[in-house]
């Protein structure tokens, strides 16, 4: 049995963050004296490489030719979300400093609470209004 593929959800959640820790660390150093759009550019061709060497790999492939073109649409609008979130955020790093970048970057749970409410109907609850609150409380106690 694989290990990493019998993770709970929230295993993925806590890998994810792991690694945009990292991300935003090497990043930091990785944009030093380069254009961040250049930065941003190869990494995006490395991610392109690893996804699709994944996919490859585990014979996902396969599946490409079956996606409904809605799949297509919401995909295509998330990964051009992606680039222009990716293009800011490099472009950030060169410029501030990592340790207050990434927490302004991570106050998109904010706007991914009122939006997932919004156009998602998730609920939103004392629990993670609160918990939310609390982060842009943080955040704002970072930047100021």
Known sequence: ????????????????????????IFAKLGVEGVSSNLAT????VVILILAWGIVAA???I???????PRTWFWLV?????????WLAY???????????VAPIDKSSLAMIL???ALFLHE???????????????GTLLFIL
């Not at 694989?2 to 991300?23: C, K």
């Not at 550019?41 to 995006?44: C, D, L, N, P």
């Not at 609008?77 to 979130?85: I, R």
């Not at 609920?123 to 409380?137: C, D, E, Q």
């Open 1 to 24: 049995m694989n290990t990493i593929s019998s993770l709970p959800w929230w295993g993925f959640a806590l890998l994810s963050a792991f690694f945009a820790a990292l991300t935003t």
């Open 77 to 85: 609008l998330s990964a051009l979300a992606t680039g222009l979130s």
């Open 90 to 100: 490099f472009r950030a790093l060169q410029m501030g400093n990592a340790s207050f």
């Open 123 to 137: 609920p939103l609850t004392w629990k993670t209004v609160l918990g939310t609150l609390a982060i842009l409380a």
């Open 41 to 44: 550019a190869i990494r995006t």
């Open 114 to 116: 009122v939006l997932s």
């Open 58 to 60: 585990t014979g996902e």
């Open 62 to 68: 396969r599946s490409v030719g079956q996606l409904a």
